[in-house]
């Protein structure tokens, strides 16, 4: 974690999380956007569509960062159509060498009906483990949080949307970075 100084406090908030469970994919984020100890805003949208509704993606980190990074993956999904983990890993190559992309800070995780992934600006694209039950990744500041929720909740009865609802519930009760302000999309049936 980096240092944080009074001039430049540091944005914090938010967690994401994904789960696939029975064919379905679910992305949740919380709505909380903190500077220091303050809180800006409670209900900023940090899950979204891409590609036509086939992709959905959520992000930590910086907005304009975060906005930027979207933007970019929805020009690699133009170009490679149907293909989210060469898309992704083509972004992720541009993220590492590209001089201005270099210095964006936001993670995303993006999910489409067959693959979810985590991408970071160190180059990484992530998928998660897959058990018989399904898979839960999650990032942002109560991504560990909402992470050690949503794997004891896969093997329950819940669905994807109910373990991502719970998951962010149990990570606003923890960690202070994190609200109850959920925003919740999905793909597959």
């Known amino acids: 974690m980096s240092e944080q100084t009074p001039s430049n406090p540091g944005w914090h908030g938010t ?3 994904m789960v696939r469970k029975n064919g379905r994919t679910v992305i949740g984020g919380d709505g909380q ?3 220091g100890q303050t809180i800006i805003k409670g209900n900023a949208r940090k899950v979204r569509r891409l590609a036509k509704g086939e992709v959905i993606g959520g992000f930590a980190g910086a907005t304009a960062d975060a906005f930027t990074l979207f933007e970019r993956l929805e020009a690699k999904l133009e170009q490679y159509p149907g293909q989210l983990t060469r898309a992704c890993v083509e972004l992720a190559k541009d993220w590492r060498t590209d001089r201005y992309l270099r210095r964006l800070e936001a993670m ?3 999910a489409d ?3 979810g992934l ?3 600006g ?3 694209v992530l998928e998660p483990e897959a058990n018989d039950g399904g898979s839960v990744m999650a990032i942002g500041s109560g991504g560990n949080y909402a992470l050690a929720a949503g794997r004891a909740l896969l093997p329950s009865d819940m669905d994807g949307e109910a373990i991502v609802r719970r998951s962010l ?3 606003a009760e923890i960690c202070v970075y994190t609200n109850n302000n959920v925003i919740i999309e999905s793909v597959g049936p």
């Open 15 to 17: 967690t994401i999380i």
């Open 33 to 35: 956007v903190s500077i």
């Open 108 to 110: 995303m995780l993006v």
């Open 113 to 115: 009906k067959q693959t």
């Open 118 to 120: 985590v991408l970071t």
């Open 122 to 124: 160190t180059g990484d």
């Open 169 to 171: 519930a149990i990570a």
